[in-house]
């Protein structure tokens, strides 16, 4: 059964930046494959990672939830809509060497989503059993998690940056895990951006007062931002970066089995 490690925090703190580093760092120590998930509609987990994406599941479901209401369905004659469903999730697997990428996309909120809902968490439920690691990179309203779409999770690490407000915003987001009964093991937070990776005592306040369980601190660095603006993949940040040796650190202490 896999392990599910979930990347969660409000909007733009650098959530997609370290998940996409956290896989990379599983897949250089041996423990993949990894089933990475973008679980965000406005997904870019790619763009880090440096891969193309050819079709999200949410492209997906739409074809298959239009098809009902379609006279000429794309589903072959012969075939069930589960057996179509399960193809194409399938086919909509980005396959890397140590990991396979997995695009949640949107969906248009047209016609009845709740079969091929369905369909959907039962296809990730049969993905636990053929990944040790699942990591999945969240929007900030945590949507897939809070409405049961990805079955479980055992880490959850929260990200925020310096500002009170972002802590508070993980608190929250704490507050909402342990209310959907799924008792990850661990509930870590990462404050990303530190100027020169040093906490100012505002933000240490605010995490004792929110209850966090703080697991690390990551540099503020101009090169990541950089590498962004240029369309370069995070992932090819050279391996001495300060971002990249802090995110190696706290992953390390966070002893993933
Ligand atoms: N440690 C860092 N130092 C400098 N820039 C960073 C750092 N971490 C992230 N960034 C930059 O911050 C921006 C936002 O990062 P990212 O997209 O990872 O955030 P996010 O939380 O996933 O955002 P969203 O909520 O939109 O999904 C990007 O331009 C990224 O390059
Ligand atoms: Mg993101």
Redesign the pocket.
């Known amino acids: 059964m896999a392990h599910t490690i979930a990347v969660a ?11 996409g580093l956290l896989i990379q760092y599983l897949c250089e120590q041996g423990k993949g494959p990894i089933l990475a998930v973008d679980a ?1 509609a ?1 997904s ?1 987990l790619n763009e ?1 990672l440096g891969v193309e994406v050819e079709t999200t599941l949410g492209e997906i479901r739409e074809e298959i939830a239009q098809s009902e209401m379609n006279s000429n369905s794309p589903i072959p004659s012969g075939m069930t809509k589960a057996d179509y469903a399960e193809f194409k999730f399938n086919s909509a697997l980005v396959e890397e060497d140590d990991y396979d990428l997995l695009v949640m996309g949107r969906t248009q909120g047209k016609g009845c989503y709740c079969y091929v809902n369905g369909l959907l968490q039962a296809q990730l439920a049969k993905f636990q059993n053929s990944y040790p690691y699942i990591v999945v ?1 969240n ?2 309203g945590m949507e897939h998690i809070s409405r049961g779409v990805l079955p479980s999770m055992q880490t959850a690490i929260l ?1 925020s940056d310096c500002s009170r407000r972002g802590v508070q915003a993980v608190g929250r987001i704490a507050k909402l895990i342990d209310e959907c009964s799924m008792h990850p093991s661990t509930v870590g937070l990462i404050i ?2 530190a100027p020169n990776g040093e906490l100012n005592e505002g933000t240490r306040e605010e995490i004792e007062k929110q209850g966090l369980n703080l697991l690390g601190v ?5 090169t ?2 950089q ?3 240029d369309g370069k993949p ?1 992932v090819d940040l050279p391996e001495d970066s300060p ?1 990249r040796a802090a995110l190696r650190q706290i992953v390390d202490k966070l002893n993933l089995q």
Not at 9 to 19: E, Q, R, W
Not at 218 to 222: A, F
């Open positions: 925090g409000k909007g733009g703190v650098g959530k997609t930046t370290l998940c965000d406005n870019n880090v990179d929007e900030a990200v990303n951006r990551v540099p503020q660095d101009e990541v931002f590498y962004d603006c995070t971002v």
